[in-house]
Nanobody, 123 residues
Framework: QVQLVESGGGLVQAGGSLRLSCAAS????????MGWFRQAPGKEREFVAA????????YYTDSLKGRFTISRDNAKNTVYLQMNSLKPEDTAVYYC????????????????WGQGTQVTVSS
């Protein structure tokens, strides 16, 4: 079983940057594909980005390509989401998630979830 803890959220002005971190427990972190999702008030949880266990496969939702970057450090059991040029519409609770095997874009295919971290972008 994997426990995930996100950090790095906060309040930032439009155009600013944040880096989210997700620390995972366990000794087999490299076996897990990791994903970032977000959920804005009144909206469904949506896929942001995902990365394979060895970082050889990465996928982004089209609308965020070029602004968001996912990465991982298996030695630190941590996955990151670098968010640049933030917009008010990026305001949401951001969640990291883990699954054994290949990366996926559907939330229902991830087994483990963090508690989320709030990102608020002011205009």
């Amino acid at each position: 079983q994997v426990q995930l803890v996100e950090s790095g959220g906060g309040l930032v002005q439009a155009g600013g940057s944040l880096r989210l971190s997700c620390a995972a427990s366990g000794r087999t972190f490299g076996s897990y594909a990791m994903g970032w999702f977000r959920q804005a008030p009144g909206k469904e949880r949506e896929f942001v980005a995902a990365i394979s266990g060895s970082s050889d496969s990465i996928y982004y939702t089209d609308s965020l390509k070029g602004r968001f970057t996912i990465s991982r450090d298996n030695a630190k059991n941590t996955v990151y989401l670098q968010m640049n040029s933030l917009k008010p519409e990026d305001t949401a609770v951001y969640y990291c998630a883990a699954r054994i095997g290949t990366l996926r874009v559907r939330a229902g295919e991830y087994y483990y979830w963090g508690q989320g971290t709030q990102v608020t972008v002011s205009s």
